[in-house]
């Protein structure tokens, strides 16, 4: 659990107390120097190979991909998010270099894979029976919010600004906008991929019908 240094909170634990365990997932150095990484408590002092290999073992059939072509900021965001809910694997498509700040580390708990463009990603997953479900307010787009979004797929999210390139929504089988009472045009992709993937968790992890 948290710590408390007068005010200030402060996450994590510090070095073990006690005699040393044994279990062979656990980190000797975090061991000795405390774990103050933003982990749940579950994996406190655990190395990162043992963390993901428990992860792999529960992993969500959820692919997340991002277009990638102005080294979009949000990437990292997305890939954040995509841990959150224990994706299967983010995807980045166009340039392999992306911004990983926003990523605050989670890349290292999933798969990140890399396509040089978006029929290197359809092929992809089409080799994987995943269909390809896109997400933005284009035209002829159809609500979120009342698609049955399959168990096993890829949304795929455009750029910041400009959305899905033509191309894109070519090798969708749908694409999916959400609802928007506002007076801009879109929202930002990094929390658009969180309304979405959080849909999928409700529709596919609590089974409520969209």
């Not at 980045?92 to 990983?100: E, P």
């Not at 009472?181 to 409700?202: C, D, P, Q």
Request: net charge negative; hydrophobic share 40%; glycine share 8%.
């Amino acid at each position: 659990m948290p710590e408390q240094q007068g005010e200030q909170r402060v996450v994590g634990v510090g070095p073990w107390e006690g005699p040393w365990p044994d279990d062979p997932r656990f980190d000797p150095e975090l061991l000795a120097e405390g774990d103050r990484r933003n982990v749940v408590d579950e994996y406190r002092y655990w190395s990162n190979a043992a963390i993901v290999a428990d992860l792999d073992t529960r992993r969500n059939p959820l692919h997340v991909a991002v277009e990638n072509w102005q080294h979009d900021a949000n990437i990292g965001s997305v890939v954040r998010t995509a841990n959150a809910v224990n994706a299967a694997g983010a995807h980045v498509v166009g340039h392999r270099r992306w911004n990983r700040r926003g990523a605050m580390v989670t890349d290292r708990y999933l798969s990140v894979h890399h396509h040089e463009d978006v029929a290197a990603l359809a092929a992809w997953a089409a080799d994987r029976g995943l269909p390809v479900v896109g997400i933005d307010n284009v035209e002829g787009s159809v609500p979120l919010e009342t698609y049955d979004l399959p168990r096993k797929c890829v949304l795929l999210f455009g750029q910041e600004g400009p959305g899905l390139t033509d191309e894109a929504v070519a090798h969708c089988v749908d694409v999916l906008a959400i609802a928007q009472f506002g007076s801009t045009r879109s929202i930002n992709v990094g929390a658009a991929a969180a309304v979405a993937m959080h849909a999928w968790v409700r529709r596919h992890v609590f089974g409520q019908q969209p």
